[in-house]
């Protein structure tokens, strides 16, 4: 499927019945697909897990505020859309997102509320919206995804309705500033030509901007666009630029998977959608994808990303990432969504996705840390002091949209 992350919008929906998402694996079988080492499966002491904040509204990610606190996206409920565009997918707007700030023992503050939040409606209240923001300079900056862009404009289809879907927005006393839009520049430049769109939605969605996950950079900022599958920069005047374009992932597509129509099964070509961008410890930029339909498990890399240089993937072998972060220690965790990946059968039955946190050593060993009570978890940050904290039910939360957690983890 196209390059989307959502919650990950609707196009991606229609095919995987999540946000963004057979048979389930053994977990033999998942250790020895993603490289983990024989002690992540057992003997390995299990990190205590402890929820802090509970009835959120689909947190996305999180970043930690300058005085300790957790800062969260919400992007929304999708119970009450005030406005609806009918065509291959049913999208709604409303006023339900929101900026909360969470202290470590639990503690909320709204921070923002009232803000552009898109769903298919009632019935399936999966919600984009805002999905990060970031405390810079004493501004609460806010990155917003989108629904589905024009193609020839970039422009979101709400008008002014819609006004900063698609956006980098810096919020302050004196009000708000738009950073950087993002929609009209994948029109004018495309920079991955539409490599892998599938044939279930063919050129329509070549053009595609999702900007999922942002973080501090040289004076600007760099951000990951999940539906136009590449990295960009924007400078402190607001200027866009690419920073990388990531390739595509080669899958077998089994029968059915793009519709009745594909009798066989055949080599796909899923797109990246790069899903989380870190700065590591050496200064160079770390982006994981979550890779786009048929969705395999083992299938999602990270890369290392040094501007003026090709992306050069880091660490193999995940599934469906979700977020990525450092430790104290300089070493790299990964988050995944769902362990069996987007299209596991549990999801469509009701069952808890199986998200995990895994720590790679700087010699590459993989170790798994924790798999236990993450329910397709969106987000991960790390706190100086070693905790790491996880949003989870970020996308397929309760019918009311407020099945959000956040959840403390005790590092090893």
């Known amino acids: 499927m196209g390059g989307r992350a ?57 970043t930690i505020a300058p005085d300790g606190s957790l800062i969260v996206a919400l992007s929304g409920d999708g119970k009450a859309p005030s406005s609806c565009k009918n065509g291959d997918q049913r999208s709604c707007l409303d006023r339900s997102g929101a ?30 919206g805002p999905v990060e923001a970031r405390v810079v300079g004493g ?5 917003f995804q989108d629904t589905v862009i024009n193609a ?12 900063l879907l698609d956006d980098l927005v810096a919020f302050s006393k004196s009000g708000r500033d738009v950073k950087a839009h993002f929609g009209p520049f994948e029109a004018r430049n495309n920079p991955d030509h539409g490599a892998g769109t599938d044939v279930a939605y063919g050129d329509d969605f070549a053009i595609d901007s999702d900007p999922y996950s942002f973080v501090p950079y ?8 999940a539906g136009a599958n590449d990295l960009l920069f924007v400078s402190r005047t607001g200027k ?21 129509t594909q009798k066989h099964a055949i080599k796909a070509q899923a797109q990246a959608v790069p899903s989380a961008v870190a700065v590591g410890p050496d200064g160079a930029l770390y982006v994981g994808e979550l890779g786009g339909t048929p969705f395999g498990v083992g299938k999602s890399d990270v890369y290392r990303v040094v501007p003026g240089h090709k992306p050069a993937v880091y660490a193999r072998g995940f599934t ?26 549990g999801l469509n039955d009701g069952h808890p996705a199986s998200g995990a946190i895994i720590r790679i050593a700087r010699d590459g060993k993989q170790t798994l840390v924790v798999s236990s009570r993450l329910d397709f978890p969106t987000a991960l940050v790390v706190a100086r002091d070693g905790y790491a904290y996880v949003s989870a039910a970020g996308t397929t939360s309760a019918d009311s949209g407020h099945g959000g957690e956040i959840i403390q983890i005790k590092l090893s």
């Open 6 to 62: 959502d919650t990950f919008p609707p196009t991606q929906l229609a095919m995987i019945r999540i946000l963004v998402m057979t048979a389930l694996l053994a977990l033999s079988a998942v250790l020895a697909g993603c490289g983990l080492s024989a002690s992540a499966a057992s003997g390995t002491p299990v990190p205590a897990v402890k929820v802090i904040a509970s009835g959120l509204n689909q947190p996305k990610k999180l």
């Open 99 to 128: 900026i909360d700030e969470v202290s470590t023992s639990g503690r909320l503050t709204k921070l923002l509320s009232g803000l552009p939040s898109v769903s298919s409606g009632p019935k399936d209240p999966q919600a984009t």
């Open 139 to 143: 501004d609460l900056e806010v990155l």
């Open 152 to 163: 020839k404009t970039g422009k979101e289809i709400y008008g002014t309705a819609g006004a």
């Open 218 to 225: 040289r004076g600007g900022y760099a951000v990951a666009d």
């Open 240 to 260: 866009v630029s690419v920073l990388a374009v990531f390739p595509t992932i080669g899958e077998r597509a089994a029968a059915g998977t793009y519709g009745s």
């Open 320 to 345: 469906a990432i979700g977020d990525i972060a450092f430790d104290p220690e300089g070493r790299l965790l990964v988050l995944e969504l769902d362990r069996e990946g987007l299209n596991d059968p």
